[in-house]
């Protein structure tokens, strides 16, 4: 089965602390895997996918194939960071099946 | 932002009846999905389209049709409304599939059903 879980639905730091949203994942094969947010009030976009390799306003994620993980860390977290965060894995059907999503927090 | 409008923003309707959400791209995009977004479900794929005419069912397609007659518009459904289907409603588009390639959001959709 192809499966992605979040199993965090919120996640609370202050301003500063270190960051990690996590994400495993179900899949037989090599994955393609994303990490989408939402801000408030704004559209659903993308933040990084794992092919890339990059880092986004500060954000990285490596992919783990041995604990098939995908976990989104920031060393230091800001205040406009928070949004709701969404894990997502490419299928082998080729579209996106998302996770349940994780609502960030930062506290100032 | 993408080129990507869905109308109307919000509607609140009643149980039975018919309704129809359109999303308009000014991108070109062969491919367009709708998702619904639900609390603890995440976001849910309905219908894509990979073509004019060209449409398929995704995870939780019961009680919902598409259409696609032009490249920019697709059309979702409710042939006859229930509750369970209040919801937030996302369309999205792609130029393609493979590849890890960008899918570009609408604003989304509010339909409450009562």
């Known amino acids: 089965a192809q499966r992605v879980t979040q199993p965090e639905k919120l996640l609370s730091v202050f301003k500063g602390a270190p960051v990690e949203l996590k994400c495993n994942y179900s899949?037989?094969?090599?994955?393609?895997l994303f990490w989408y947010v939402q801000y408030s009030r704004q559209r659903l976009q993308l933040l990084l996918r794992?092919?890339s390799r990059e880092s986004i306003k500060g954000f990285t994620a490596d992919l783990n194939k041995g604990e098939t993980s995908f976990h989104l860390k920031k060393p230091f977290a800001q205040e406009e960071d928070s949004a709701m965060y969404y894990c997502?894995?490419?299928?082998?059907?080729?579209?996106?099946?998302f996770g349940q999503g994780t609502t960030l927090q930062v506290k100032p | 932002d993408a080129g990507i409008t869905q109308s109307p923003r919000h509607k609140v309707t009643e149980t039975g009846t018919p309704v129809t959400l359109r999303c308009h791209q000014t991108?070109?995009?062969?491919?367009m999905y709708w998702y619904r977004q639900d609390p603890g479900h995440g976001l849910r794929l309905i219908h894509y389209?990979?073509?004019?005419?060209?449409?398929d069912k995704g995870e939780v397609s019961d009680g919902y049709s598409v259409s696609r007659s032009k490249t920019e518009d697709f059309l979702l459904t409710l042939e006859s409304a229930t509750s369970s289907q209040t919801s937030v409603y996302f369309c999205?588009?792609?130029?393609?599939?493979?590849?890890?390639?960008?899918?570009?959001f609408g604003p989304g959709t509010r339909l409450t059903v009562t």
């Open positions: 899949y037989s094969g090599s994955p393609e």
């Open positions: 794992h092919i």
């Open positions: 991108e070109n995009h062969r491919y």
């Open positions: 389209s990979y073509g004019v005419k060209d449409t």
């Open positions: 999205a588009i792609s130029e393609y599939e493979a590849g890890g390639h960008e899918q570009y």
């Open positions: 997502a894995l490419k299928g082998n059907t080729g579209k996106l099946i």
